[in-house]
């Protein structure tokens, strides 16, 4: 064996010298250039292109047969456009942005490049949702721009309601918990094909079949899916809130459906709890995720 | 004091049933380039990816400058420059905006940054494509940009998986003398290769290993020493066919010479006790033998030859 050699190079710097930022920093900075390589990617464009389309339907639609229900109030219009669309952006802005992002790592071999850095796992993870989140936003806001646009159309510059705002936190929540959903099952798979189809199976057709069974079949209430959550982002447009258990019965008195709607308690409830799982989870799996 | 430091302790991975490194210990520590080198499959790379946190120990463990790399990797990799198996960079990402993310992550002061990164570029000679989308590049191009980001905040520590894959000979070339100005600069330097005389050129150790066992960590030094003390064999090429009676008479019964084989009509294989005085009077003697001596080389590098020996022996 080789002995070793002394050097002039002065000892090994303490853990306190080494001069990193901290991993929150590293985070933010990472998701500076993530965003940046969305912003420049075709994905963005996708993105943009689906925001755009479903914003010219609905205005299309709206414009040709102008239903007296839908514009009666500033409420309606809001509840009836807002509610209904904005869930459909977030489930393709979050396979869009979502699908991928830690499948990517490996099977582009960008991961290699990151993880030679010194970053802790969580810090790439946490950067990387904070790029997928800012794109998705963005997709979210240029939805609700087109709505805006048209609400000022039909009620004028001051109509835009308050709860509104409400709504949108909401569907902010609804995003951050999605997004933690995509992120989990992107960490589940090395192959960005495998992950994107599976994830967007699954937010696009799986998560309503599913509560569509649930419900129907097994007869129980589905607090425990995402999608379940989704009409709370409606709820600031309406002046009564649904019954959160509706029993329908036939003439003779037998129960023929029962439908649930989840209460704004259990929506956030829902929400937080699919975005601290989803959190846990994926970085979980993430962390032990091997560069082989 | 202590210089910079690379180790293993009973490293072990295994894949399932595959046993990839299988027990290593290995401690390289101060300013050198230490060439790791080895068959394919013999568990370099696995060995580098452990080293850098890529992949986990089945057993065992890795430290870089005392730091256990699974405990803490952000901090064991802090002085270090790590190129692995050809990274992509984001392909929307220009050379400087990747180095860039490298130079944020790493917290560079903005003036030596500024200095650095156009420094980083021209080492690797893609100053003229800085502002160009990685996304086109070749594959020879991202590589340069991998060493790149490696150098840019001129890491103590530089672990190198063959980084001359994919690069053309001019690459290689610069690649070389990028590592023998990162010597000069009192660097430690782990550089996988498979390239004998690459190593033989840049490094000051080697280190040999066979199905994930260390077989030898030896200076190069002592590997031509150990190689010279069984003999040598050089082999000579002349300007024009060399008759089986020179041969007989005039080669063969130069001072040393123990044997003669013809390799063509013009190229001669010559076996000489060891040393290098020995060839360099074999060379006197040849040259003045006007049978018209156009070259004069090591039929195998120490080094190769010790290699090949070792992992026969292996097998």
Known sequence: MATATPTDSGPAPGRADLGLPSSAVQSVRLARYQFRDYLNSRRFILMLAIVAALGAIFTALVGYFRPAALLSTPDTFYGALWANGVPIVIVFAGVIFGGDAIAGEFQNRTGYFLMGLPVRRAAVYAGKYLAALAAALISVLAFAAILIGNGVFYFGIDALPLAFLASLLLAIAYLLALLGATFLFSSLFKTSTYAVLVVAVLFIFGFGILQSVVTGLVKIEPWFLISYASPVIGYPFASSLPAHVTVMRAASGAVVDTLYAPTYLEGIGIMLGYFLLTAVGGLALFEREEFS | ???????????????????????????????????????????????????????????????????????????????????????????????????????????????????????????????????????????????????????????????????????????????????????????????????????????????????????????????????????????????????????????????????????????????LPPGLEQEASLLKALAVLDLGLVSFQESKSALEEVYLSQIERGD
């Open chain 2, 1 to 271: 004091m202590s210089g910079p430091s690379l180790e293993t302790r009973d490293l072990t991975k295994t894949f399932g049933r595959f046993t990839a490194v299988d027990g290593l210990n290995l401690r390289i520590e101060g300013t050198k380039c230490v060439g790791f080198l080895g068959p394919n499959g013999a568990g370099k790379t696995t060995t580098l990816k452990l080293l850098t946190d890529l992949i986990f120990p089945t057993r065992g463990e890795c430290l870089i400058d005392g730091i256990p790399v699974r405990k803490d990797r952000k901090s064991a990799l802090a002085r270090c420059g790590v190129l692995i198996e050809s990274p992509e960079v984001y392909p929307s990402l220009t050379p400087y905006q990747a180095l860039e993310m490298v130079a944020d992550l790493r917290d560079l002061a903005p003036a030596e940054r500024r200095r650095r990164i156009p420094e980083s570029l021209e080492e690797v000679k893609m100053t003229e494509w800085a502002d160009k989308k990685v996304g086109k590049f070749s594959k020879g191009m991202k590589q340069r940009i991998n060493i790149a980001a490696a150098l840019v905040h001129d890491p103590q520590i530089l672990i190198l998986d063959e980084p001359a894959t994919g690069l053309d000979p001019r690459g290689m070339a610069e690649v070389r003398d990028i590592v023998r100005s990162l010597k000069r600069r009192d660097r430690l330097i782990l550089m996988s290769s498979h390239i004998l005389p690459e190593v033989t050129d840049v490094c000051d150790e080697v280190a040999l290993i066979n199905r994930g066992r260390l077989l030898f960590h030896e200076t190069l030094d002592a590997v031509t020493a150990r190689f010279n003390s069984a003999g040598a064999t050089v082999d000579a090429t002349f300007a024009r066919p060399v008759s089986d009676g020179d041969v007989d008479r005039r080669v063969g019964t130069l001072p040393g010479v123990s044997r003669v084989e013809r390799l063509d009509g013009r190229r001669l294989r010559l076996h």
